[in-house]
């Protein structure tokens, strides 16, 4: 699975120049950190006030605040063979020949897989009202990033068990961290987990049949994602999975072509004091008419969950619905 064809369906709305280089050094730093270097006069201005805010806006749907990036910076003088090697760095800098701020971007420059983002303008004003105005886009940009850099880690290793439980039951590879071999075969339905004692990740894919677009209204999903997880019991007899409707954000996207929901939430266990934070993605499987749903979530009572979500985010991307297994059989079979 290549780069393009795991997140092809996210576009960033700006002009930027990509550039790319053959380079052998392991990028540094960890996911979701984004390193500034900046001069110290800029940083503490308004325009490194605003960028800071952008990147540490709270991620949406976690029981507790957590930034979406974590921010560190640098002046220029600190810029060397070190700190150039950090997965995600963001030079911003004033220079008065630019008529208004712009983004430049380069990939693998120093270390792979890397992104060095220029963001210059001519004033520290301009600066400051220009991320503000692409807030998103800079979050999309490196929320992205992030994504395919996990996506295309679990193509090249992933828990092969479950990837053939799951082509056995759907027609469908997708592809999980290894650490995840805890397995609960069901009825159209597949749990995975791993055997975390403070915290526990999981994955789950289930179907079924599609109708109309009626399953995918936001108390239909929540309906279905109650009926499937009854599959997963609390520690309590009775105790079962269930859904926070107060907390449940349904949105439609695009993945690789393929109309996609993605639904954001928090779980509970019922009766018992249990929870925590959920991503799904429903997709239509044109094959066989039946909604192919996807979804991790975590279990982290006092810990950081960002990172542990953003983690199996990737794996939901890593889906390859049955019409896409069968159009790279045929490719296959006529490049032979």
Request: some cysteine; glycine content about 4%; proline content about 5%.
């Amino acid at each position: 699975m290549t780069h393009k064809q795991i997140f092809s369906a996210v576009a960033v709305a700006v002009a930027l120049l990509f550039a790319s280089c053959s380079v052998d050094p392991k990028s540094s730093g960890n996911p979701y950190e984004v390193m500034v270097v900046a001069e110290d006069s800029l940083w503490n201005s308004d325009a490194g006030e605003n960028l800071r805010s952008v990147l540490e806006t709270p991620m949406e749907m976690l029981p507790q605040p957590e930034p979406m990036f974590h921010v560190s910076h640098v002046t220029n003088r600190h810029y060397d063979r070190i700190t150039q090697l950090f997965r995600n760095i963001i030079v911003y800098k004033v220079d008065p020949h630019y008529a208004k701020p712009r983004m430049q971007v380069q990939r693998d420059v120093f270390s792979s897989p890397q992104v060095v983002m220029t963001i210059v303008g001519p004033s520290a004003a301009d600066l400051a009202s220009y991320v503000k105005k692409q807030k998103q886009t800079l979050l999309r940009y490196f929320s992205v990033e992030e994504i395919n850099r996990e996506a295309t880690r679990l193509a090249e290793k992933h828990n092969i068990a479950f990837d053939k439980e799951v082509m056995k039951m759907f027609g469908c590879h997708l592809y999980i961290p290894v650490d995840l071999k805890k397995m609960k075969v069901g009825e159209n339905f597949i749990w995975a987990s791993d055997d975390g004692l403070s915290t526990i990740q999981n994955i789950v894919i289930y179907s079924y049949p599609y109708a109309t677009r009626d399953v995918f209204r936001r108390e239909a999903y929540i309906a279905l994602r109650n009926h499937f997880m009854e599959n997963i019991p609390g520690r309590s007899e009775g105790s079962v999975m269930s859904t926070n409707d107060n907390f449940v954000e349904v949105t439609n996207t695009n993945i690789r072509g393929n109309f996609t929901q993605e639904a954001r939430g928090l779980w509970e266990m019922t009766g018992e004091a249990m929870g925590g934070p959920f991503i799904a993605h429903s997709q239509v499987d044109t094959i066989s008419k039946r909604v192919i749903v996807v979804e991790g979530f975590v279990y982290a009572p006092n810990k950081m969950k960002r990172t542990m979500l953003r983690r199996l985010e990737g794996a939901l991307y890593t889906l390859e619905l049955p019409a896409e297994v069968q159009a790279k059989k045929e490719d296959d079979q006529k490049e032979k």
